[in-house]
T-cell receptor
Framework: DVKVTQSSRYLVKRTGEKVFLECVQD?????MFWYRQDPGLGLRLIYF???????EKGDIPEGYSVSREKKERFSLILESASTNQTSMYLC?????????????FGDGTRLSIL | GDSVTQMEGPVTLSEEAFLTINCTYT??????LFWYVQYPGEGLQLLLK?????DKGSNKGFEATYRKETTSFHLEKGSVQVSDSAVYFC????????????FGTGTQLKVEL
């Protein structure tokens, strides 16, 4: 089974801090994604990466950056955390295009910014 | 742009009741369609998928048929169980790179004894 592991289930940080959320997948997937999940808004794509050192903005990239130095690891960075970034963050991975491949999700990190 | 519309929840049913969760979409081209399920405290899991018109996806007693003429992909189950209580997300994937998905807002299902 594909395993997508997010480093923390719960995280509490303060306004202005630099916050790192880590995600690791064990299936050699090319694509990795970061979403945030908010009540009534569903999942919104923040950033995705289709290869090492490659990244593309999703629908809501403002206030975030990402890093993908190794194929199995995709990090989400909140440069200066703000209270409106309190949310559930979900990481996912999938194989490359060519035929349909499902996205596999981690269990999420519930981040609170105080 | 692409979008997915789901019925608002929560949906509350008694055990063994029939379930329908409506999903309609707007997309260019011919998207693949999916239902994901999120159990409490967990991430999303793929429940079923359909990749072309008239395809029926099925898994764990759930079914959904890709209806191109009505741009719909409604989720159904004949007899729900308490263990089906979860949030259900409809999603679509359009052609293009990256295997990106567009999700609906999710529908919470509560099944009671």
């Amino acid at each position: 089974d594909v395993k997508v592991t997010q480093s923390s289930r719960y995280l509490v940080k303060r306004t202005g801090e630099k916050v790192f959320l880590e995600c690791v997948q064990d299936m050699d997937h090319e694509n990795m994604f970061w979403y945030r999940q908010d009540p009534g808004l569903g999942l919104r794509l923040i950033y995705f990466s289709y290869d090492v050192k490659m990244k593309e903005k999703g629908d809501i990239p403002e206030g975030y950056s990402v890093s993908r130095e190794k194929k199995e690891r995709f990090s989400l960075i909140l440069e200066s955390a703000s209270t409106n970034q309190t949310s559930m963050y979900l990481c996912a991975s999938s194989n490359q295009d060519g035929s349909f491949q499902p996205q596999h999700f981690g269990d999420g990190t519930r981040l609170s910014i105080l | 742009g692409d979008s997915v519309t789901q019925m608002e929840g929560p949906v509350t049913l008694s055990e063994e009741a029939f379930l329908t969760i409506n999903c309609t979409y707007t997309a260019t081209g011919y998207p693949s369609l999916f239902w994901y399920v999120q159990y409490p405290g967990e991430g999303l899991q793929l429940l079923l998928k359909a990749t072309k018109a008239d395809d029926k996806g099925s898994n764990k007693g759930f079914e959904a048929t890709y209806r191109k003429e009505t741009t719909s992909f409604h989720l159904e189950k004949g007899s729900v169980q308490v263990s089906d209580s979860a949030v259900y997300f409809c999603a679509l994937r359009t052609a293009g790179g990256g295997n990106k998905l567009t999700f609906g807002t999710g529908t919470q299902l509560k099944v009671e004894l």
